[in-house]
């Protein structure tokens, strides 16, 4: 295991499509976050697990936006009726809880453009 | 809740030179800071990190300082070489995780 996996790395989509990506996370890693990052800025905040638990949502992930990690492993975002604002590259990270902060390590992330 | 922020927003230096970015943070729960260097179309890479019970940690070209009563942090990268141009975001966390970043710094490296 080389890293954090995601796929697509790249995603076009027609505006109101649903769209879904996946992120596999450094294995034997209890926590899993989302971001989203926009041309020039720093990463944001979207949502985190610990294990298969979904323990905190930003405010920026609308009802459109639904993220899941079923067995505490892979996890998926899927974004329904996608709109233009929603282009962005989405980046999922790993880390391992060792009842503190530990270094959280990201995947090459997904691009969606949404046209 | 928190908020960082972080400067210069570019930096250019020449090959050799040293490099300083300083990020400033506004919550004084946060206790954890790393440092991740962004390259064109990929996921940042954590490149150095720093603890609330540490003021300074080093790792061969690269040290970051914590001052935490000023809240504010720093990555010093010395002697540096063309393969060091890239995007550099510092960001805060608290204990579970969850990281608040700067807007970045464009490094540019200059031979």
């Known amino acids: 295991d080389t890293g954090v996996s995601q796929d697509p790395r790249h995603k076009i989509t027609k505006r109101g499509q649903n769209v879904t990506f996946r992120c596999d996370p450094i294995s034997e890693h209890n926590r899993l976050y989302w971001y989203r990052q926009t041309l020039g800025q720093g990463p944001e905040f979207l949502t985190y697990?610990?294990?298969?638990?979904?323990?905190?949502k930003s405010r920026l992930l609308s009802d459109r936006f639904s993220a899941e990690r079923p067995k505490g492993s892979f996890s998926t975002l899927e974004i329904q009726r996608t709109e233009q604002g929603d282009s962005a590259m989405y980046l999922c990270?790993?880390?391992?809880?060792?009842?503190?902060?530990?270094?959280?390590?990201f995947g090459q992330g997904t691009r969606l453009t949404v046209v | 809740g928190e908020n960082v922020e972080q400067h210069p927003s570019t930096l250019s230096v020449q090959e050799g030179d040293s490099a300083v970015i300083k990020c400033t943070y506004s919550d004084s729960a946060s206790n954890y800071f790393p440092w991740y260097k962004q390259e064109l179309g990929k996921g940042p890479q954590l490149i150095i990190d720093?603890?609330?019970?540490?003021g300074e940690k080093k790792d061969q070209r690269i040290a970051v300082t914590l001052n935490k009563t000023a809240k504010h942090f720093s990555l010093h990268i010395t002697e540096t070489q063309p393969e060091d141009s890239a995007v550099y975001f510092c960001a805060a966390s608290q204990s579970w995780g969850k990281l608040q970043f700067g807007a970045g710094t464009q490094v540019v490296v200059t031979p």
């Open positions: 990270a790993s880390s391992l809880d060792l009842g503190g902060n530990t270094e959280a390590f």
């Open positions: 720093i603890r609330s019970n540490v």
């Open positions: 697990f610990q294990n298969e638990a979904q323990l905190e």
